[in-house]
């Protein structure tokens, strides 16, 4: 599975600074939880149909902090890397969220539409809707203000457009995220110096080969930085990985992927 969305958390007083969490899809988001919150014991007893139980003492600020970081578990998709770019990446990208699916079906219609935040990328991309635009980067920055890991970046880029592109969502969002933010603004340090095939035209063999190359890091020192990469639409996520591979080589301590949403399908053309 490369796709996550805690639908169901718990977090109940017991009173003398004791909460009783339980989480769903545990094997998934127990471990992130021990990670960003270190000085906390999460003694993880298993529960039934994945779920997991713990007993935490948390101070107000602690328990403000879990409750945000579930709630982000809950309302945006965490994304992993899909059996289909498997064999062309390792652990290059560290984590990735999108906001939601660009599309859903209304279960009593069968009708297939746009989500709300696929409506933003749309009118965003598309007519180039500053307000839309706006929207996306206010989520993206409280999703960076509230996680751990995301807030603690140093550099926010865009997946870099093909040269001739006059008008590229990226490089507008990631432009706005870092003057929202105060994270530094990345875009001059990543281009694109060749043309290619559009991605979702290509074979992933072919992807491969055509951005070998393609994008250069430069006009900055990303050695030992978390940096954020931003893009409009995630589907198989093989260029976001391949940014990831280079700004690992370059030293970056670790990539971050945000993505506006995400397409139901884990491929391109395939």
């Known amino acids: 599975m490369s796709r996550y969305q805690m639908f169901k958390h718990e977090l109940a007083w017991r009173g003398n600074n004791r909460w009783h969490l339980k989480i769903w899809m545990c094997d998934t988001y127990a471990p992130f939880l021990k990670e960003y919150f270190p000085e ?10 994945g779920t997991c139980i713990a007993i935490l003492v948390l101070t107000k600020e602690e328990k403000q902090e879990v409750r945000k970081l ?7 998709v965490l994304l992993g890397k899909s059996k289909n770019i498997d064999p062309y990446f390792e652990d290059e990208l560290d984590l990735c969220f999108a906001l939601d699916y660009n599309l859903a079906e209304d279960f009593i219609t069968n ?13 965003a991309k598309e007519n180039r809707d500053a307000d839309a635009r706006a929207q996306l980067v206010e989520t993206f920055a409280n999703l960076c203000e509230i996680h751990p890991i995301y807030r ?3 550099i926010v880029m865009p997946i870099p457009p093909n040269p001739s592109k006059t008008f590229h969502l990226p490089i507008k969002l990631a432009g706005d995220l870092a003057e929202t933010t105060g994270i530094k603004d990345g875009t001059s ?6 043309e290619t095939l559009r991605m979702q035209e290509l074979t992933f063999d072919e992807k491969k080969e055509a951005l070998i190359g393609a994008i250069e890091i430069n006009g900055g020192d990303v050695e030992g930085k ?3 990469l931003v893009d409009d639409l995630y589907q198989s996520g093989f260029t976001m990985w391949t940014v990831a591979k280079l700004l690992k080589k370059k ?7 945000l993505a506006c ?9 395939q």
Request: without cysteine.
């Open 70 to 76: 579930l709630a982000i578990f809950k309302k945006y």
């Open 226 to 228: 978390s940096i954020i």
């Open 152 to 154: 603690k970046a140093g």
């Open 111 to 123: 009708e297939v539409g746009y989500t709300t935040y696929g409506r933003l990328e749309h009118n």
């Open 189 to 194: 340090m990543i281009r694109k110096v060749k």
């Open 251 to 257: 030293g970056a301590k670790k990539v971050l992927g």
């Open 261 to 269: 949403v995400k397409s139901w399908r884990d491929t391109d053309n």
């Open 40 to 49: 906390i014991e999460f003694d993880f007893r298993d529960g039934s149909s």
